[in-house]
Each structure stands twice: as structure tokens, then as C-alpha cells.
């Protein structure tokens, strides 16, 4: 019985094949090109999205064959006749890159000097598209022409072609699964939903890169871009510190590991509202890398935090300190030493400690643009608050001597006149 059927399934396989080998035989690429070069050529009423969409196949079902660089060239015509301009460049570049040396070379070289001539949006790339015209090496092979053609459209970076470049690497993706570029192109994938506006597509095609490659050493920048994603967008701040938080263990010599710590510090304090966590984080990116051009920002926002959210004055105090002696030569220590004297002021009530703070700036920051002001509400604190009039004058003068072409040098004077006024009064 076996047998029988056996010997059954072998002739329908035969009969089955005899039926569909001359369909097929006859569904060829030369078969098919020729009968979409009429249709163009004959123009029969708007079928152009119907030839667009058949040559585009065309380009998928027979890439390899001789007539796929004329159906890419015939494709950016149909394009340019349609004035369908980008998506005309991007089709006459794909068959120089991948076709190098085609008949349609000139062509092809022309259709995009046309759209050149009538893009100024292109302008700032022109130096790029003038050395890309000459595509590829003609012994490159099949994998080299692709990646060439990618990262030119990568760097080409047009909004106008990005659907464009993300079917484009989608069909990389389709043809060389297994290559070891792969990644880079996925990657990519990503940031062209990312600037398409479409984010969820983005998260997970970066977060497809997360539980794929999950020991990739690029993989940091998709962790990065999805915790952006994640908090700015969609608002899943969580989400977005758990993948920040994966940067800094896993990938501590990571480029981004500092931007990890910083905008877990920014999630936690200005969404979550864990004070204390943002501390923690900041802390992290000033510990690890004290040369970073935010540890200042950051130890500014931990000294905030201490002040005006936990009310710990000394524990800020000594953040500003710290910013002062660590970091002496950043002009933003004129800003904590302000800080730290409205902290005295406001809240400590220490008025001779809140003016010897202001006017420390004219001392360490001689050259700060508010160190003039800064002089003159120490005088202010110990003329209204201490009635110190002569340390008040002391500091008022201090303005004209030490900057004498500032604005605030006629109210110094001013300042003087009155204070002195006062102490002739007290005697």
C-alpha cells in the first residue's frame, strides 16, 4: 500500500511539475522587462503607480539578473517624468552603486544632475552626491555595492527619503540576514522611525537590537535612544532609567555611560521626583567622570536639590563649596558662591556670611558680568540688615574702583552717599 502511494506521490509531483514549468519558464525577467519597457513606452492614461510598483518588484524578485539595472534605471525615469524628484535621485544612485558600469551610467548621472539643479535642499550635501555619482568599484561585490549605497543614503540624512532608506534596509535586511553589518543597519532602522515621528516603532526596533544582540558593544546607543524615547515621548520614565541603568552596568567604559548617569539624575528629580535617587545618579556621573563638562551642572542641581526640595542648607552649603575649590577655574563657581549667599540669607539668616559669599565672586570671578551687582547687595545685606555701614560702604566703593566702565557704578555712588549719610547720623 505503501508503494502505491509512493509511486502515486512521485507522478503528481512530475505531472505538477509539467504543468507549472512552462508558466514559469515563461514569467522571466526578460519576459517581464520587456513588457513594462511597452507599457512605459505606449503611455496608455496614468499607470505610473502601477509601473512604480512593478518595477520596484522587479528589483526584489530578480536583483542578480542582467536586466535589473535597467529596470532600476527605468524606475528613476519614470520617477523624474512624474516629477517624483528625491525618490528620482535615490533610484538613479541605487543603480549606479549596485550596477556599476550599466549601460544607463550616464543616465543615470544626468537624471541626477537634474534634480540637483531643482533641490537646493540638497545644496549642503553637494560635495557628498558629487563624489557619490561615481558609485562603486566594478569588481566590488553584491554585499560591498549594498553597504556603500547604505551609508551613502545614511549620510545623506534626507527627510524627504527616509520611508525611502527604511524600505531600503529593509530589504538589506531581506537579502543578507547573516552579514555581519547587519546590525548597523538595524540600528539605523531605528533612528529613521525615530525622526519619521514614529516612536514606538522605534523603541522596539531598538529594543529588538536589546534582546537580539544583547552583548553588542554598540549596543549602548540603542539603549540611550530608547530611554529618550521612553521618557520625552511616551512618558514611561521607569522604562527609560531601567535602560540608562543597564548602560552603567553593563557598559561602565561606554561613551554614553556618563549621559546614563546624567539623565537618570534628570528623570529621577524633574519626573519621579525621587530626590535623593537623582543625587545618587549625579553623584555617580562626578565620581566617575570628574573631567565631564556637566559635573559642574550636576553638582549645581545636587546643592538645588539639598536647598530647596530636602532642606538639608548644610549638605548644599558644602556641594557649593565643593564646586568652588574642585572646579576653581569654571566660571560657574560665580554662580554657587551667589547661591550659597542667598542660602545664608534666605534661609540661615546668616547676613555677614550671605554678603562675604557675594562678594567673594569680585575675588575668584574678577571678570564675572554680574560680580558689580553682586558687590552691591553685599553692601545692600550689611547696610539693611547688619546696619554695618561702613562695611556696607566699603563694598559700594569697591564697584568704581574695580570696574569702572560698569552700569552699576552710578548706583554704587549712589549707594556710598546714602550709607554715609546714615553713618554721619548714627555718631
Given at each position: 500500500?505503501?508503494?502505491?502511494?509512493?509511486?502515486?506521490?512521485?507522478?503528481?509531483?512530475?505531472?505538477g511539475?509539467?504543468?507549472?514549468?512552462?508558466a514559469?519558464?515563461?514569467?522571466?525577467?526578460?519576459?517581464?522587462?520587456?513588457?513594462?519597457?511597452?507599457?512605459?513606452?505606449?503611455?496608455?492614461?496614468?499607470?505610473?503607480?502601477?509601473?512604480?510598483?512593478?518595477?520596484t518588484?522587479?528589483?526584489l524578485?530578480?536583483?542578480?539578473?542582467?536586466?535589473?539595472?535597467?529596470?532600476?534605471?527605468?524606475?528613476?525615469?519614470?520617477?523624474?517624468?512624474?516629477?517624483?524628484?528625491?525618490?528620482?535621485?535615490?533610484?538613479?544612485?541605487?543603480?549606479?552603486y549596485?550596477?556599476?558600469?550599466?549601460?544607463?551610467?550616464?543616465?543615470?548621472?544626468?537624471?541626477?544632475?537634474?534634480?540637483?539643479?531643482k533641490?537646493?535642499?540638497?545644496?549642503?550635501?553637494?560635495?557628498?552626491?558629487e563624489?557619490?555619482v561615481?558609485?562603486?568599484?566594478?569588481?566590488?561585490?553584491?554585499?560591498e555595492?549594498?553597504h556603500?549605497y547604505?551609508?551613502?543614503?545614511?549620510?545623506?540624512d534626507?527627510?524627504?527619503?527616509?520611508?525611502?532608506?527604511?524600505?531600503?534596509?529593509?530589504?538589506?535586511?531581506?537579502?543578507?540576514?547573516?552579514?555581519?553589518?547587519?546590525?548597523?543597519v538595524?540600528?539605523?532602522?531605528?533612528?529613521?522611525?525615530?525622526?519619521?515621528?514614529?516612536i514606538?516603532?522605534?523603541?522596539?526596533?531598538?529594543?529588538?537590537?536589546?534582546?537580539?544582540?544583547?552583548?553588542?558593544?554598540?549596543?549602548?546607543?540603542?539603549?540611550?535612544?530608547?530611554?529618550?524615547?521612553?521618557?520625552?515621548?511616551?512618558?514611561?520614565?521607569?522604562?527609560?532609567?531601567?535602560?540608562?541603568?543597564?548602560?552603567l552596568?553593563?557598559?561602565?567604559?561606554?561613551?554614553l555611560?556618563?549621559?546614563?548617569?546624567?539623565?537618570?539624575?534628570?528623570?529621577?528629580e524633574?519626573?519621579?521626583?525621587?530626590?535623593?535617587?537623582?543625587?545618587?545618579?549625579?553623584?555617580?556621573?562626578?565620581?566617575?567622570?570628574?573631567?565631564d563638562?556637566?559635573?559642574?551642572?550636576?553638582?549645581?542641581?545636587?546643592?538645588?536639590i539639598?536647598?530647596?526640595?530636602?532642606?538639608?542648607?548644610?549638605?548644599?552649603?558644602?556641594t557649593?563649596?565643593?564646586?568652588?575649590?574642585?572646579?576653581?577655574?569654571?566660571?560657574?563657581?560665580?554662580?554657587?558662591?551667589?547661591?550659597?549667599?542667598?542660602?545664608?540669607?534666605?534661609n540661615?539668616?546668616?547676613y555677614?556670611?550671605?554678603?562675604?559669599?557675594?562678594?567673594?565672586?569680585?575675588?575668584?570671578?574678577?571678570?564675572?558680568?554680574?560680580a558689580?551687582e553682586?558687590?552691591?547687595?553685599?553692601?545692600?545685606?550689611?547696610?539693611?540688615?547688619?546696619?554695618?555701614?561702613?562695611?556696607?560702604?566699603?563694598?559700594?566703593?569697591?564697584?568704581?574702583?574695580?570696574?569702572?566702565?560698569?552700569?552699576?557704578?552710578?548706583?554704587?555712588?549712589?549707594l556710598?552717599?546714602?550709607?554715609?549719610?546714615?553713618?554721619?547720623?548714627?555718631?
Amino acid at each position: 500500500m505503501s508503494k502505491k502511494l509512493l509511486l502515486l506521490g512521485v507522478t503528481a509531483a512530475i505531472l505538477g511539475g509539467l504543468l507549472v514549468s512552462p508558466a514559469a519558464a515563461q514569467y522571466n525577467p526578460e519576459h517581464l522587462y520587456q513588457h513594462l519597457q511597452s507599457v512605459y513606452e505606449r503611455n496608455d492614461g496614468d499607470i505610473s503607480g502601477y509601473l512604480i510598483d512593478e518595477l520596484t518588484q522587479f528589483g526584489l524578485i530578480f536583483p542578480d539578473d542582467a536586466r535589473a539595472a535597467d529596470a532600476s534605471w527605468l524606475l528613476a525615469k519614470l520617477y523624474l517624468d512624474k516629477n517624483k524628484r528625491h525618490e528620482a535621485l535615490a533610484t538613479a544612485f541605487k543603480t549606479l552603486y549596485l550596477y556599476p558600469r550599466s549601460l544607463h551610467e550616464s543616465e543615470c548621472r544626468d537624471i541626477i544632475q537634474t534634480v540637483l539643479a531643482k533641490e537646493v535642499v540638497y545644496a549642503p550635501k553637494k560635495g557628498l552626491l558629487e563624489s557619490a555619482v561615481y558609485g562603486t568599484a566594478i569588481d566590488a561585490v553584491t554585499l560591498e555595492r549594498w553597504h556603500a549605497y547604505l551609508t551613502m543614503l545614511k549620510e545623506l540624512d534626507q527627510p524627504k527619503l527616509y520611508d525611502w532608506s527604511l524600505a531600503e534596509a529593509r530589504t538589506f535586511v531581506t537579502r543578507f540576514p547573516t552579514d555581519s553589518l547587519i546590525y548597523p543597519v538595524l540600528e539605523w532602522s531605528g533612528d529613521l522611525y525615530s525622526r519619521l515621528g514614529k516612536i514606538w516603532e522605534a523603541i522596539y526596533s531598538y529594543r529588538k537590537l536589546e534582546e537580539i544582540f544583547p552583548d553588542h558593544p554598540q549596543l549602548p546607543y540603542a539603549l540611550y535612544q530608547q530611554s529618550l524615547l521612553l521618557t520625552e515621548r511616551v512618558a514611561k520614565h521607569e522604562d527609560a532609567v531601567s535602560r540608562c541603568t543597564r548602560i552603567l552596568a553593563h557598559y561602565p567604559e561606554s561613551d554614553l555611560a556618563p549621559t546614563a548617569a546624567y539623565t537618570i539624575g534628570r528623570i529621577k528629580e524633574r519626573e519621579l521626583k525621587d530626590y535623593n535617587g537623582a543625587i545618587e545618579a549625579y553623584r555617580k556621573l562626578v565620581a566617575g567622570w570628574p573631567k565631564d563638562e556637566r559635573a559642574v551642572e550636576v553638582l549645581l542641581s545636587i546643592a538645588d536639590i539639598q536647598d530647596r526640595r530636602l532642606k538639608e542648607y548644610d549638605l548644599a552649603l558644602a556641594t557649593y563649596d565643593e564646586i568652588i575649590k574642585d572646579y576653581v577655574s569654571d566660571p560657574r563657581g560665580a554662580r554657587a558662591l551667589e547661591l550659597t549667599g542667598d542660602l545664608y540669607a534666605e534661609n540661615l539668616k546668616d547676613y555677614l556670611s550671605a554678603a562675604n559669599s557675594y562678594a567673594r565672586v569680585s575675588k575668584l570671578y574678577t571678570a564675572d558680568e554680574k560680580a558689580p551687582e553682586l558687590l552691591i547687595k553685599a553692601g545692600n545685606v550689611c547696610a539693611d540688615k547688619l546696619k554695618d555701614y561702613r562695611k556696607a560702604i566699603e563694598y559700594y566703593q569697591m564697584v568704581p574702583n574695580l570696574y569702572p566702565a560698569s552700569k552699576k557704578v552710578k548706583e554704587a555712588n549712589k549707594l556710598t552717599d546714602k550709607a554715609s549719610k546714615k553713618l554721619t547720623d548714627n555718631l
